[in-house]
């Protein structure tokens, strides 16, 4: 039985009722990188130095599980973030259940641990190009709504300018202290009109930051940070590269973030499982990226409007990806199109590729 717990593929780990770890199995070894030989007979507090799940360390000396001994509850689930035995940072899911006597008293713990280090990896990842999405979005909306009576502001100090010259009512002192007072007002609100030009400028192209990039490395390391989600959700994920590609220049964070958008959309429309394809080749065009799913595919009538700003069919949905992929790609000189197919959704991102790209 011990030696079955043992080579079990999670990690699993029993304390008794004083919080004394009684069992600890290898796997529980590689995730938490302490030896059986260290935990066992310890307090299982010891194991987690730190352990959080919002980033703080707790100061109190924490077991998960420990809320089923206060008979809270029968069964608990958290991610922890936890100190390891050669000191790096980790983060793990613990689900802990009670092991109870024939009274129904509870005796142990049993916890079973998980590595979620990559699972953390894409949520952050998917985080950060949501708020980038959003970011640039409301930037460019930011702008547009305080253009216009930037604009009126102008003209109306102009005309009031004016009007101060022409009056007779004023003595030159006050006509003087007026028209510097309205210049003030001019050289804000042109500084204003400045900044916010260069907001939407910034939306707009986003300024890339532009460097020689292997699209086919590109779409491998997006391809494993989606791999654990994807394996989660029943999705097998294939990877065609074409040989010999030529590198091409974007800017590689955007690039990601356009081709992640695209990707995460196939994930969601999966959530009974599928495939998701993702290829780069190279043709007369430029570079071909193209990016299939084999979920419920997009309805005929919804087609036009699926790379409009704040378009969306889901809960919870903003509407921002894929309108955010079709800028990045636009501000490359590129295109973004969804392609017909017989099952599923393909979206094919073309980058042209001038002679010295490569
Ligand atoms: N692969 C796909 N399969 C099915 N429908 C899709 C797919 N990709 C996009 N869509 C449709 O296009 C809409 C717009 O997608 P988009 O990525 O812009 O926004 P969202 O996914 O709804 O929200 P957000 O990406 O901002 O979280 C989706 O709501 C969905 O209806
Ligand atoms: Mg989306």
């Known amino acids: 039985m011990n030696q079955a717990l043992d080579s079990a593929g999670k990690g699993i780990m029993i304390q008794d009722v004083n919080r004394k770890v009684v069992f600890f199995n290898h796997a529980c070894e590689e995730i938490t990188r302490w030896s059986k030989e260290k935990i066992v007979g310890k307090d299982c507090g010891d194991i987690f130095q730190c352990h959080t799940s919002t980033g703080m360390c707790l100061t109190e000396k924490f077991c998960p599980g420990v809320d089923i001994f206060q008979g809270k509850f029968s069964k608990t689930s958290r991610e922890l973030m936890i100190t390891r035995g050669d000191g790096s940072e980790s983060w793990i899911e613990a689900n802990a259940s009670a092991i109870r006597d024939a009274e129904g008293r509870v005796t142990h713990i049993v916890t079973i641990m998980e590595d979620i280090r990559e699972r953390k990896k894409f949520a952050d990842e998917i985080l950060k190009s949501k708020t980038l999405s959003t970011l640039g979005t409301f930037a460019a909306e930011l702008a547009h709504e305080i253009k216009n009576p930037l604009n009126a502001m102008n003209i109306q100090m102009l005309v009031l300018e004016r009007e101060i010259q022409d009056t007779h009512k004023l003595s030159s002192k006050s006509k003087k202290e007026f028209l510097e007072i309205v210049s003030i007002v001019q050289k804000e609100v042109i500084r204003l009109s400045g900044f916010v030009e260069e907001c939407l400028q910034f939306s707009r192209t986003g300024e890339l930051n532009k460097s020689l990039v292997n699209m086919g490395e590109m779409l491998n390391e997006i391809a494993s940070l989606l791999l654990p989600q994807a394996q989660l959700n029943g999705i097998y994920v294939e990877v065609d590269v074409m040989h010999a590609l030529p590198k091409v220049k974007v800017d590689k964070d955007k690039m990601k973030q356009a081709i992640l958008n695209i990707l995460i959309n196939g994930i969601e429309a999966m959530p009974d499982g599928g495939e998701l394809r993702m290829g780069?080749?190279?043709?007369?065009?430029?570079?071909?990226?193209?990016?299939?799913?084999?979920?419920?595919?997009?309805?005929?009538?919804?087609?036009?409007?699926?790379?409009?700003?704040?378009?969306?069919?889901?809960?919870?949905?903003?509407?921002?990806?894929?309108?955010?992929?079709?800028?990045?790609?636009?501000?490359?000189?590129?295109?973004l199109q969804l392609e017909q197919t017989s099952k599923g959704s393909k979206f094919i991102i073309v980058i042209p590729v001038d002679e010295n790209t490569y």
């Open 280 to 335: 780069v080749q190279y043709s007369r065009d430029g570079i071909l990226i193209s990016c299939q799913d084999t979920g419920p595919g997009i309805p005929d009538e919804i087609q036009d409007k699926i790379f409009n700003l704040f378009y969306t069919t889901k809960n919870g949905g903003t509407g921002i990806g894929l309108s955010f992929a079709q800028n990045i790609v636009q501000a490359h000189g590129g295109t």
